[in-house]
């Protein structure tokens, strides 16, 4: 038997248990309206008057009670057998209710950390084969250039040696820094309304209240590549302003973004 259906037949013990008591001990005093009942029917069948209801019971209008309202009688009153078993039902029910409730709310908490667990594996299984992929790869380049170094000698005896400064453009990826900037995503009206005014295009640029980096922000991509830092900036001005063009419009009006 599973851990929650033994909960909710605990529960549900004692609250028949409870319910058992509860009908001994006040089934002499308690009744439960029915439909059509009123005060005055009440008074008369027990031999009370409608004032005496109301004072036992704090009731506020004497022309409102409401079906399943529980009405306390003064000890002493006999009620009908018929009402003392409606009232024990209803009480009982009410326990039942409650108990099914605590035990689907512990069936409920059981299987969300049964998922929860299964998703930590899962995220723990993907980020090992992204891993075991980027070793892969770095594997791979680390061994084309030691390929491509055997292959030159042999190249070397032909005269067509031009494709070399070819090879001279590589530095440009790691040009100027507004290179890298407009490379990365960047845009002219970001760097030039946001970029220039703020850091000067230092991407190491660190103000005495903290702010850093490029765009002269505290998230902490304020301190990566230029690439990252770029990469934020852009996704700092969508997400807090709509847009490149707000953010830039902002910065403009207000001297800050």
Do not use: C
Request: charged content about 15%; aromatic content about 6%.
């Amino acid at each position: 038997m599973s851990k929650v259906k033994q909960t909710a037949l605990a529960v549900a013990g004692v609250a028949s248990v409870f319910v058992a008591g509860s009908s001994i001990v006040d089934a002499a005093s308690t009744y439960t309206v029915k439909q059509g009942d009123t005060l005055s029917q009440l008074a008369d069948k027990f031999n009370m008057t409608v004032d005496d209801l109301i004072k036992s019971n704090n009731l506020k209008d004497a022309d409102m009670i409401f079906v399943d309202q529980k009405i306390e009688v003064p000890d002493g009153q006999d009620l009908d057998a018929a009402d003392v078993a409606s009232s024990a039902d209803d009480t009982a029910s009410e326990a039942a209710s409650l108990a099914m409730s605590q035990a689907a709310s512990s069936a409920a908490a059981s299987e969300a950390a049964a998922a929860s667990s299964a998703a930590a594996a899962s995220s723990a299984a993907a980020s090992q084969a992204a891993a075991q992929k980027a070793a892969a790869s770095e594997a791979t380049q680390q061994a084309t250039p030691a390929a491509v170094q055997t292959a030159a000698p042999a190249q070397q005896a032909a005269p067509t040696q031009q494709a070399a400064p070819a090879q001279q453009a590589a530095p440009a990826a790691g040009g100027s820094t507004k290179a890298q900037f407009l490379a990365a995503g960047g845009t002219e009206a970001l760097w030039n309304a946001v970029v220039v005014p703020e850091s000067g295009g230092n991407p190491n640029a660190v103000s005495p209240n903290g702010y850093r980096g490029l765009g002269q922000t505290k998230e902490g991509w304020g301190s990566g590549s230029v690439s990252s830092q770029t990469a934020g900036m852009v996704n700092y001005a969508n997400s807090r302003y709509g847009s490149i063009q707000n953010a830039t419009a902002f910065r403009a009006a207000n001297g800050w973004w």
